[in-house]
């Protein structure tokens, strides 16, 4: 199966001050298979953000790509932001829906104004009837009522403004989606009827895949295939979401999933631990593996060099020292009957 | 500490900025130093009369014979003084009313933005006629009290918008929920936040009451027995120094005039841009 | 009464609040009555304009009722009258709302705030006593006196930030603490953290907690009951156990069956790869 979207070692740095470099983004690859969702799980600080917005190439200062190569259905696309260079891959290749997307809507303009400067901006001579019409369309294909077209921004529920806000942010019908924390400030009906969107953009070929960036677990738990667990600028663990969540590899992932709040109905106050401690400064992370200051099972090397990649079965893998030395094999390690991806 | 810094960082690297901080500098220390180091007695007769800039340098004499060039400095010195004395009791006032009316709502919010809005109706102009002539005698303490008194509707109504929208959030109600009082929460939780805009409402106000002062004083009615750039003015259009051609008596005032208010309006515009961070250019091709 | 006789320590008896005039007005709170007995943890639970938000602001006398009243430890407090009362009943009744940061003014440091909330007690206290008060409330949120006491708002994370507003909240030593949405602006693996501190806090003080939250994993974590609340009206209530197990009304039951959960089946299931 080719893959759709393959990344490797993005590097992103934000400058402060006169010299100094906040390493947000620090090695990261990855890859995307045509119709599928990948979750970007992490803590706040985690660079997931910064992360999405050199996918869809719109970092700007003080955000700098440093490094790092990405390559769509086979072509290379540029990662930096900015005003250099040609700007048209950005919304038609890959489009970014960034946090807090439906309270950027312009409150004084109608979302039929809105998608007009969209699509106006991509082609100067689009006329204004066509882009109603192409945006009517695409609504009714997403049995989403085209009369929110019409209405102000804050005539629409939160839920209604996000869903819209997706819609346009797929009119160019690029390859992948992008979403930065799309369910946060949304009630759960909310989120269950955006996200039943993102699936149906998918399922009717609108778009290619999508990136879900949140750092609540059971959303990706219920829409993810793969997800991606990063910490401090780097990738902590890859694989089928089935795995991460319910065999994590990594002790970080570990720590995360016994941190979640669920829904249970039998075992009430069963005391749950949440991460102790914060994430690393950024402009001066530990060495070796970054997570060892707060890792339970960190060893001597974990300090020292950073971790190898350690694969506990086909399509999941790990970066992790106490992994490496605990884990005999791969066949031997968590659960059984893990799905191929 | 973060805000301030940064604030500085932003400040230093915007153009407009450093212009008028430049601009508004030189003309106080023309003003407050000029006559330190020039040193001559404004009053006194040290050339003949309308005496042109080639014969009696820098600036020429004006129809009394004095020198021109410091007039000017005594000037600008007296319209700045005024111009401050407004800026404060406009901004004073201004604060009280609107952190009263923005804070408690309600009744106490009608009826004193009622009353501010009714005084923005009456044009200032006639007012501080009235009050100029009402007053035999004016000192430029006297010219700036009076412009500050009819000048505070605009930063009250400003005042009261922001403190309106401060009041909804959460760190009041956790003031409140402390047993702070309304006056306390004012002072020590609503002020600081608008700090900044209270010194932009400031250089405005001082901005405009130069040009104010400037006004009144060409109708006769400006600060008596002092000498400011809108006195120098009306001096010399009384002297007829358009029809005689003696323009160094009042192109250089009028070229004070403009450069204090451009000043000071420019340097509110970019602390508007440094303040408001989503008016800064774009460093899109990586500044 | 509860079942041992003893009075509730809050009882909102008929609470509505409109807000505007006419066919414009919107009841966001409309007849709820609810009550809590002392050492209780309940929880109401409603999506964005369920009411819930004002209900609390109306509970902590922030806001005015409508109609209805609220009774505190048997007195009717609806109407308090004068400043002093209203600081009294501040004494015994407090809260921690949801915006870690934008609960601090952020010109003042850590210690500014907590040292106003002492002003709550009638006696001032000499130095010495309040800076201890201080770092033992700091301690009893897990936080570190020294490194916290002096700091501005920003230099602190949003897990501290949030602990530093709870220290605040129980250095008097209410009665009644009011969490409205305490832990949705802070990242989902450190949330059991900050409702740890609280669950302590209602198991060594007896501290009556009332959440206001939109998450009702959350709240069935925490909670002995729950009350849901849809456009302002109290659609149900009961122990815990009962309402997760057995939902009597419809929204309740699609409350329950909206959120995501990490157990059961999937919902999207997982294809990976176009069809």
Known sequence: MPELLVAKDLRAYYRTGLSGWIRAVDGVSLSLNEGEILGVAGESGCGKSTLAMVLASVARWPLCVQGGTMHVDGRSVPLSGGLKGDGSHRGTVVSLMPQGAMNSLNPTQR??????????????????????????????????????????????????????????????????????????????????????LMVELLEQRIIGSIVLVTHELPILRNVAQRTMIMYAGQLCETGPTEEVIFAPA???????????????????????????????????????????????????????????????????????????????????????????P | MLVRVRFLRTAIHSGRFNTSLVLVVLVVLFALLGPVIVGHDPNAVVGSMNASPASHPPLGTDNFGRDELTLLMYGTRTSLEIG??????????????????????????????????????????????????????????????????????????????????????????????????????IVRDVIPYILSYLGMAFTLQLAT??????????????????????????????????????????????????????????????????????????????A | MSANGQSPLLRCAAITRVFGQGARAVRAVDDVSLTMQRGEIASIVGESGSGKSTLARVVL????????????????????????????????????????????????????????????????????????????????VGLDPASVLDQLPHELSGGQRQRVMIARAVMVQPDLLIADEPTTMIDASSRANILNVLLDLNRDRRLTILFITHDISLATYVSDTLFIMQHGKLVESGPVERVTRTPEHDYTRQLFADTFSLHGEAWHAAGGGAA
């Open chain 1, 111 to 196: 979302v039929r104004d809105f998608v007009f400067d969209v699509l106006r901006s991509h082609d100067p001579h689009v006329a204004r009837a066509e882009t109603l019409d192409r945006a009517r369309e695409r609504l009714e294909k997403l049995h989403l009522p085209a009369r929110v077209l019409d209405a102000y921004p804050h005539q629409l529920s939160g839920g209604m403004k996000q869903r819209v806000v997706a819609v346009i942010s797929t009119l160019l019908d690029p390859r992948v989606l992008i979403a930065d924390e799309p369910t946060s400030a949304l009630d759960v009906g909310a989120q269950r009827a955006l996200l039943a």
């Open chain 1, 250 to 340: 990594h002790p970080y992932t570990k720590a995360l999933m016994q941190a979640t709040l669920v829904l249970e109905s039998a075992t009430k106050r069963q005391r749950i631990e949440g991460l102790e401690g914060g994430p690393p400064d950024l402009s001066q992370p530990p060495g070796g593996c970054r997570f060892h200051p707060r890792c339970r099972y960190a060893l001597e090397a974990c300090s020292q060099s950073v971790p190898p990649t350690v694969v506990p079965s086909a399509g999941h893998d790990a970066v992790c020292w106490w992994l490496a030395q605990a884990t005999p094999p791969p066949t031997a390690a968590a659960s059984d009957g893990a799905a191929e």
């Open chain 2, 84 to 185: 401050a004395i407004a800026g404060l009791v406009a901004v004073l006032i201004g604060v009280v009313v609107g952190t009263l009316a923005g804070f408690y709502g309600g009744v106490v919010e009608e009826a004193l933005m009622g009353a501010t809005n009714v005084l923005i109706t009456i044009p200032a102009i006639v007012v501080l006629i009235l009050l100029s002539v009402a007053l035999g005698s004016r000192s430029a303490v006297t010219m700036g009290l009076i412009i500050g008194v009819t000048s505070w509707p605009w930063t009250a109504r400003a005042v009261a918008a922001q403190t309106s929208s401060l009041r909804t959030r959460e760190h009041i109600d956790i003031a409140r929920l402390s047993g702070a009082s309304g006056f306390g929460i």
């Open chain 2, 209 to 286: 009451a130069v040009l104010t002062e400037a006004a009144l004083s060409l109708l006769g009615l400006g600060p008596t027995n002092t000498i400011s750039l809108g006195i120098l003015l009306q001096w010399s259009l009384l002297w007829e120094a358009v029809r005689q051609g003696v323009w160094w008596t009042f192109i250089p005032p009028t070229f004070f005039l403009s450069v204090v208010s451009f000043g000071l309006l420019l340097l509110n515009s970019s602390l508007d841009e440094i303040y408001n961070p989503r008016l800064q250019g774009g460093g899109g091709s990586g």
């Open chain 3, 61 to 140: 006398r922030l806001l005015q009722p409508s109609a209805g009243a609220v009774y505190f430890d048997g007195r009717d407090v609806t109407r308090l009258r004068g400043f002093a009362r209203r600081r009294e009943y501040w004494s015994h009744v407090q809260a921690v709302f949801q915006d870690p940061f934008g609960s601090f003014n952020q010109f003042y440091p850590v210690r500014y705030v907590l040292r106003s909330a002492l002003r709550l007690e009638d006696s001032a206290l000499p130095r010495r006593e309040r800076e201890a008060r201080m770092a033992v409330a700091l301690e009893n």
